[in-house]
Every structure is written in C-alpha cells, then in structure tokens.
C-alpha cells in the first residue's frame, strides 16, 4: 500500500466552485508533487515543492494554485475549473530532490469531475 | 510478447511466457529511470529503476535494460501472470526533480 495518502477519493465541482485536495506522506520526504493523468495517458507534471517551496510549475494554470504547508502536507486548491479540467490528480512524494537518487512514490489519486 | 512502445500501446500475452515492454526517453542527459506500474483506477506503482551508469538491473521476476546510444529502455517480465494486467510507463529523471513518463503500454495477460 502506498504511503502517500490523498483525499477525497472523488470530488464533483461546479465551474464556480471552490475545492481543495489534499495530499500527506510520513515517510519524512522533502519533496512533493502534483501530477495530472487524462484517461489512457501518462501523468503530466504540474507542481514540485523542495523544502516547502515551489521549485517548478509547468505552466499551469492559475486556476489550480498549490500550497505546501510544512513537509509533509500538500494541498492543491481548485477555483474556476473547466471541463476539460477533469482528470485524475495525483500526488507524490520523493526523499530529496537531489538528481539521480530520486525515486517518486505516488497516492492513488483524486478523481475530479468538473460540471 | 513485445511491444514497441509508442507504435503499439498495447500487448497480450500468454500466462507464463516473458514479456517486453519497451520504451523510448527522449533526454540524453536523464540520468536517472523508473518503471511504474498502474492498475485501472489506482496510482502508479514503482516497479524497478536504473542508473544511467547501469546497462541491466534485475528484480523480482523483472529486468531492465537501458541503452544509453539509443536513448531506449525495456522491462522484462518473466513468467508473466494474470495479476501482471496494467499501463506500464517509464519515467526518465531529467534533472532534479524533474520525471517525465512515456506514453505506456497496456498489458493484458490472457490465462
């Protein structure tokens, strides 16, 4: 079982709603992720967090704002989706984000459905 | 069973024989490689890594092979099982904490 725990399992959301998910790992990692998978495609990385600070955003949306904090909580908060936004968002966590020594466990994921 | 990645996202094998899935990164400068694998409706699952200063690491049942000249890796299951039906992805480490995944390979293990 992952170590890498996300809530809520399924989330709907109107266009103008406002939601967060939620993601916590005890395993002591420094680093943490969000990735964004559409059906029968890879995960899309969005956000990394090193240290409890954004190191890397890839262009996302501000629509989707992240938030991480401490060490071992990260949030993504959701506001004026569209459809299109629909996917499952996945959560991660590695123990340094030092190059090369940096395997990335994930959560089983949110699934978000926007109407 | 084989497959070749991006032109054949899918293979079906045997229960019992071998399978090849293969993959294709796209840095030369990744250093650093995983595979994952994802059953239907649950987050991707580590399966194997490899260090760019490595040309084969074995598991459990699982091999990989890197080949740094053609920037191509693959991941061997032997004695392939019912419960080894997934997406299976590579994911290459491009810098830090930076990992890309290819674009997979659903696997169907026929009993």
């Known amino acids: 079982d992952t170590e890498v725990t996300q809530t809520p399992k399924h989330l709907v959301m109107g266009m103008t709603n406002k939601k967060s998910l939620k993601c916590e ?46 060490s071992s909580l ?32 994930f959560g089983e994921g949110s699934w978000l459905t926007v109407v | 069973g084989e497959s070749v990645g991006l032109h054949l996202p899918t293979l079906s094998v045997q229960e019992g024989d071998n399978s ?15 595979w994952y694998k994802q059953e239907s409706g649950k987050g991707p699952q580590f399966i194997i890594d490899i260090r760019s200063n490595m040309d084969k690491r074995q598991g459990q049942r699982v091999t990989v092979l890197l080949n740094k000249t053609v920037k191509h890796l693959s991941l061997q299951i032997a004695a392939t099982q019912p419960g080894d039906s997934a997406v299976y992805f590579c994911a290459e480490n491009l810098s830090g904490n930076q990992f890309y995944f290819g674009t997979g390979t659903s696997l169907t293990v026929i009993p």
């Open chain 2, 20 to 34: 090849i899935i293969n993959c294709a990164y796209s840095n030369s400068a990744s250093d650093y490689f995983i």
């Open chain 1, 25 to 70: 790992q005890h395993m002591g990692h420094r680093a943490m992720y969000w990735y964004k998978q559409k059906a029968k495609k890879p995960p899309e990385l969005m956000f990394v967090y090193s240290y409890e600070k954004l190191s890397i955003n890839e262009s996302v949306p501000s629509r989707f704002s992240p938030e991480c904090p401490n």
């Open chain 1, 74 to 105: 990260l949030n993504l908060h959701l506001h004026a989706l569209q459809p299109e936004d629909s996917a499952l968002y996945l959560c991660a966590s590695s123990q340094t984000p030092r190059r090369g020594i940096n395997t990335i466990y």
